[in-house]
Structures are given as structure tokens and as C-alpha cells.
């Protein structure tokens, strides 16, 4: 733990210093790419938390963000106050979340792991195709949720509230999880069953409660990422979240070792700067026109080639790694 | 039995199908012999009665059904599974492409190169993703598609940028006729190298390993050894179905080849059949076939007016009704069309439909090996 937690702090801190005194363009793609990875890290925690608790990578959780998005633009577009339309976007996320959980998750509590993921991407599929079906294949665009832009900057940068707001909350939500699983008796209620499901019935752990529970959070956290990222986009679509930031979020959750919740958070982060580094520079759009699908593809080469378990991970462990 | 495995630990182990023939009559085996005789004339005349556009729609349902064999190998055999299975089939078709427009090469030589790149391809993705015991060959191929998607199929020295790369067809088999036949030969010797695939000590390998990877790996079969010889014969396959698509459209672009078609070789797969090759090739001509055949059988009318389905035209239909398939294939039938095909397909062969014996051997997890 401590030699590759001081290992990559270092590198961070190197990366970090360099891109602020290479000069303004270091120091703006710094500061998008810490937003940026915000988002992704958002996502990556709900990731995590059902890879956590059931093993499985959730293609579904892209969607879980593009239909709260979908629901908080219909409602807000119909004049319900901003925070209410909020709320109607995480009620409809997690209601998808429940209803995945009932009709494809708990269905498929005994088929292999590799059955469930297709099923986790068949939700997916579904829910994008449900989008174009009843909402067309066009742009949309979504009121923020603080409008100001011109009160904090950073570097001689302005970042808007919005932007502060999905840092802030990644950092509280990576907390309050993290929390979650090592204090609560439901938190460490999952955990053991994802370590022994037999032992953990046998405890009186209700393995089914324990899937509808999970489920629910993740919907929830990723109706979260979605509607507060997506006013930051350029209009949103059907399969907004999945395409923009699920494959993102999937290489910072595999950064930060698949199972924590911190390293989520970390690993989103670094995607995010690796990302905007490579973005801005013309060495790299010059040459690799798709840079940023290249950079993300080599990210996550690179980590499960060098350090598989992840940057954050305590040890060598197939993926069932503590906190 | 297909298995030697002895002891009282063991692994689940479904023989072949008891072939106990039954005596059909003499009218039974007209009726047999007339079903047989117009699947043969719909596989390999009825196509001789189209012509141009029709018929390269043919041949891509054929070559469809190795891109499902492909996948099948990793989702049926291997327990895993690609998520950018596109970009395998894409390179192929540009490497095939490439060879021969650039290089010069002949048809065979491009083909070979193709599935050779294709092979190694999926060996270098396959052993990344298998420094981690999991499903990370899922993610891996993901964000492979992807950056084969935004910039490797647009490094136009390669591809041709946007106007994309010519891919003549092979002077022997100039005429659309003929490269349907040759895309049926090549769909036989996949359905041929699947079969003894499956019909060796690999394929036994690969079936306890799906059932129960420690076992397996205690009576000495290395998990990581056949899992990844079934992802580099999936790229093999994957690559070679490229090439013959490059050679059928005779112009490869990369707009070909999107996330989306990922999904689609999934939905294909797993609604045909898993572990069945009849089944696979079925569904996969299926999906191939299904936008064409939504249009001739005028299909579209009777789906716009389902009352509960309001304005679902027929371009979105698929999008919608694919995945509620997958998602019912997998939650409620999880044989796929394979689980109507095989009574048919053994009353087609005169046997007496008898439920398949399996052999469940008992299944024990070794002791002391918990929580591991």
C-alpha cells in the first residue's frame, strides 16, 4: 500500500508541477481536466460499487445518467423549479436501477458473470434505443444548476459554480461511500457477501435486499454524474453518458484497482488530465488525430500490463482487495 | 462420454447428443427429404435467382455467421466476451484491403496476412487482459473499438481516410454469384474448425473451464493458456470475416465499422445460440438479414401498427426490440433460437426426438479453497 500510494504520489506530484510551470496551457488543461475527471470519477464510484458487491462491470451505469438527464430537461423543460426537475432525474435513475435489478439482475443471480455483463450492456442498449425511439437522435441542452461562472479562478482561469459543484461533490460522495462500506452494518453487509455469498446468507444477510440495495445507489450515483455533467457538455443526446464517459470511467476505476472507491476517484482524475494534456497539445493532435481515445486505450493498457491491482490497491489480489 | 476426468470432485460434462435413431416412414423421410432439399435450394439456388445488391446482401448474412462463430468461441466456449469485436472484423478488412490494393498481393496472401493480423491482434489485447483474473478482455476491446474507431481506421497511409480503401474481389471470383459460393466454402471450413475446436481435448478444456475454473485448473488444464488460444482464434475468425466483408463491398470505410455493430455481433450471437453452431448461424443471418427483410416481407406496416407502439418506425425498431431480445434470450432462454432449431434439426436427420442426457457429475468445491 504505503510504496504505491508514495509511488504515484510522486508521479502526480511531478506531473502536476510540470504542467504548471510549462505555462498557461499546462496550467489550463490542469484545471478542465481535473473537471473533466470529476465527471468520469463520478461515474467510476458507481462502477465500482456493483463491481464491489457483485463482480460485475455495470455497462448500465452510462444510462442510469443519461435517463436522469432526460427526466430533469422534460421536467424542467415543462416549468418545474430547477431543483425539483433535480430531484424527478434521480427518481427516474433510480427507478431504472430498480427495475434493472429486478427484471435482468436478480433473474440472473446464478448465470455466470460474463451472462450478466451482456445483460448489464443488453440494459444499456435498450435504454438508448428507448431514447431515440421517444426522443429522437437530437441535441438537447440543459440549464445548469449554478449559473454563475465569473466567481472562483484558479491558475487566472474561470471556473464556473457548476464545475466547483461536480468536484465538490465527487470528493463528498467518495467520502460518504467509502464511509458507507467500512461503518455501516449495510455497507459491510456487502462487502461479505461479495466475499462469501453462502456465509453471508447463512448470517442473515438478505442477499436479494443487498442486490436492490446496491443497485439503487449506483442509479442514484450515476443519475447524480449525469445531471450535473451534462449541462457542462455541449447539448446532450440518446446515450449521452455512455458514450461520452463510460469508457473513461471504466479505465479509472481499473486505475484505481477496480474495488476502491478513492482510487475511483483518483483514477478519474488522472483520466481526466491525461486526457486534456493530450487534447491541447498540438504534438499530439498533430499526429494522432483520435488522440483521446488513444490516450485512454494505452491508460488502461499500461496500468493492467504494470500494475494490475491497481494504483491504489494494498496488494496483488484478483479484484476482492479491502477498502 | 467426452470426458476421462475421474474422481470425486469433477466437472458437469454434457456427451454428444444420444444419437438414437428412430425409424421414420417412408412418408416421413419424403417429408424430411423435401424440408432438406428446399433448405438446400434456399442456401445455395434461390441466391442464382437475384442478382447484384440482393445477392452481396447474401453473402454478408454468410459472412455474418462467422463474425457470430467468432464471438461464440470467446461468449460460449471461453466465458468471455469482446466488446469490440467491430474492430477486429475491421481490421481484417482493411489489412485484406490494403494488401491488395497497395501491396499488390493476391486474394489468398491478403486473406492470410488478415487473419494472421487479426490473430496476433487478440493475443497481445488477450494477454493484457489477462494479467487480471476477470472479464477485463470486455473492457479492453472496448476501448480498443474505440481507438480503432477515432484513429486508427482513419490513418489514411492505411485506410484510405474517408474515401476509404479499395478491396477488389479476387479475379476467380469476380461475379457476386461466385464470392457468395466462396464465402459459403469459407463459412464450412470455420463450422468445420469450430467443430474440431470443440471436438478435442481444447474444447473439453474450454468446457470445464467455463463450468468451473478451479476445478479445471486442478486436474492441470491452465485457464490462462485456453482462454487465450479461444481469443486468438475468435480474432482469427473475426479477422477473416473482415477480409471476405472488405472483398464483398469491394470498398472499405471506416464508417463500417462502429460501437454499435459491437452490440450487434453480441445480440446475434446470444439470440441464436450460445454453444450451438447451428443456432449461431441462424441468428446471425438472422440479424444480418432483418432490416432487408423487414423491407420485402413488409414487415414495417404490421410493426406500426401494434397499438402500444407508437411512431416505432422501422429504423428504430431493431434498436429497440434487439436488446429486449438479448434481455429475454438471456433471463428467460438462454439456448436462444438454437432451443427451437435442434428438435427440428434432429427430426431433419431422422432421429427420434429424446431429451439429451446429461451427465452431472457431482460438483465439489475443493476444500479449503473458500473466499479465495
Not at chain 1, 157 to 182: E, H, K, M, N, Y
Not at chain 2, 334 to 350: I, N
Request: proline share 4%; glycine share 12%; aromatic share 10%.
Amino acid at each position: 500500500m504505503r510504496k504505491g500510494l508514495v509511488t504515484s504520489i510522486a508521479l502526480a506530484a511531478v506531473a502536476v508541477g510540470a504542467l504548471l510551470v510549462e505555462g498557461p496551457r499546462g496550467r489550463q488543461s490542469l484545471v478542465i481536466g481535473l473537471v473533466a475527471g470529476s465527471g468520469y470519477g463520478l461515474v467510476a464510484l458507481g462502477l465500482v460499487l456493483v463491481y464491489k458487491s457483485s463482480g460485475v462491470f455495470n455497462f448500465a451505469q452510462g444510462e442510469f445518467g443519461t435517463i436522469a438527464v432526460f427526466a430533469l430537461w422534460g421536467a424542467h423543460s415543462v416549468g418545474v423549479p430547477y431543483g425539483l426537475a433535480m430531484i424527478a432525474g434521480l427518481v427516474a435513475a433510480l427507478a431504472s436501477g430498480l427495475a434493472t435489478e429486478r427484471f435482468v439482475v436478480r433473474p440472473l443471480r446464478d448465470a455466470p458473470r460474463v451472462t450478466l455483463l451482456v445483460a448489464t450492456a443488453g440494459v444499456s442498449l435498450l435504454a438508448i434505443g428507448v431514447e431515440i425511439w421517444l426522443g429522437e437522435a437530437r441535441l438537447r441542452f440543459v440549464a445548469p444548476a449554478l449559473g454563475r461562472f465569473d466567481r472562483v479562478s484558479v491558475f487566472g482561469f474561470r471556473v464556473s459554480d457548476q464545475r466547483l459543484l461536480v468536484i465538490g461533490t465527487l470528493a463528498l460522495l467518495a467520502v460518504l461511500v467509502a464511509l458507507f462500506f467500512s461503518r455501516t452494518n449495510l455497507g459491510l453487509g456487502i462487502l461479505a457477501q461479495s466475499e462469501n455469498p453462502t456465509a453471508a446468507e447463512l448470517m442473515g444477510i438478505s442477499a436479494q435486499r443487498l442486490s436492490m440495495y446496491t443497485w439503487a445507489a449506483a442509479a442514484v450515483l450515476g443519475g447524480l454524474g449525469g445531471i450535473l455533467t451534462a449541462p457542462l457538455a455541449n447539448g446532450f443526446g440518446p446515450g449521452f453518458v455512455t458514450l461520452s464517459t463510460l469508457i473513461p470511467a471504466f479505465t479509472a476505476a481499473v486505475l484505481g484497482g477496480m474495488t476502491s472507491l478513492p482510487g475511483a476517484f483518483v483514477g478519474g482524475i488522472v483520466v481526466g488530465v491525461a486526457e486534456s494534456v493530450t487534447t491541447s497539445y498540438p504534438v499530439f493532435t498533430d499526429h494522432f488525430p483520435g488522440s483521446r481515445s488513444v490516450v485512454i486505450f494505452v491508460l488502461l493498457v499500461a496500468v493492467l500490463t504494470l500494475r494490475p491491482e491497481g494504483l491504489l490497491a494494498p496488494r496483488a489480489t484478483s479484484g476482492q482487495g479491502a477498502l | 462420454m467426452t470426458t476421462t476426468l475421474t474422481g470425486r470432485d469433477s466437472v458437469v460434462v454434457a456427451p454428444p447428443a444420444d444419437r438414437a435413431v428412430g425409424r421414420p416412414s417412408a412418408a416421413g423421410w419424403a417429408a424430411r427429404g423435401a424440408v432438406g432439399a428446399a433448405l438446400f435450394g434456399l442456401v445455395f439456388l434461390f441466391p442464382l435467382t437475384r442478382s447484384g445488391v440482393d445477392v452481396n446482401i447474401y453473402t454478408e448474412a454468410v459472412i455474418y455467421a462467422i463474425i457470430g462463430l467468432s464471438l461464440n468461441v470467446l461468449l460460449g466456449y471461453a466465458g468471455q466476451i469482446s466488446l469490440g469485436h467491430q474492430a477486429f472484423v475491421g481490421v481484417g478488412a482493411f489489412t485484406s484491403a490494403y494488401m491488395v490494393t497497395v501491396h499488390e498481393q493476391n486474394f489468398v496472401a491478403a486473406v492470410g496476412i488478415a487473419v494472421a493480423v487479426g490473430a496476433a491482434q487478440a493475443l497481445i489485447l488477450g494477454l493484457v487482459s489477462l494479467r487480471v483474473s476477470g472479464l477485463y478482455f470486455a473492457l479492453v476491446s472496448l476501448a480498443y473499438g474505440s481507438m480503432a474507431e477515432e484513429w486508427l481506421f482513419n490513418i489514411s497511409s492505411l485506410t484510405g481516410g474517408g474515401s476509404g480503401q479499395p478491396a477488389p474481389k479476387p479475379s476467380a471470383f469476380a461475379t457476386d454469384h461466385r464470392y457468395y459460393y466462396l464465402c459459403l466454402a469459407f463459412l464450412a471450413l470455420v463450422l468445420f474448425l469450430d467443430w474440431r475446436l470443440t471436438s478435442t481435448k481444447t474444447g473439453r478444456a474450454l468446457l470445464a473451464l467455463r463450468s468451473n475454473p478451479r476445478v479445471a485448473e486442478s486436474f492441470g488444464a491452465s485457464v490462462k493458456r485456453y482462454t487465450l488460444l479461444a481469443f486468438v482464434v475468435s480474432g482469427a475468425f473475426a479477422s477473416l470475416a473482415g477480409a471476405l466483408l472488405a472483398h464483398n463491398t469491394t470498398r472499405v470505410v471506416s464508417s463500417q465499422f462502429q460501437f454499435q455493430l459491437a452490440l450487434l455481433f453480441v445480440i446475434m450471437t446470444v439470440v441464436g445460440g450460445l454453444r450451438s453452431r447451428v443456432g449461431v448461424v441462424v441468428g446471425s443471418a438472422f440479424f444480418s438479414l432483418a432490416s432487408y427483410l423487414f423491407d420485402h416481407l413488409h414487415l414495417a406496416r404490421a410493426v406500426g401498427a401494434l397499438p402500444f407502439l407508437p411512431n416505432l418506425s422501422p429504423d428504430i425498431a431493431p434498436l429497440v426490440l434487439g436488446p429486449l431480445l438479448l434481455l429475454f434470450t438471456l433471463t428467460r432462454h438462454p439456448g436462444g433460437m438454437a432451443e427451437f432449431l435442434d428438435p427440428f434439426q434432429r427430426w431433419l436427420l431422422g432421429e427420434r426426438a429424446k431429451p439429451r442426457r446429461t451427465v452431472t457429475i457431482d460438483l465439489r468445491e475443493p476444500r479449503g479453497s473458500n473466499g479465495a
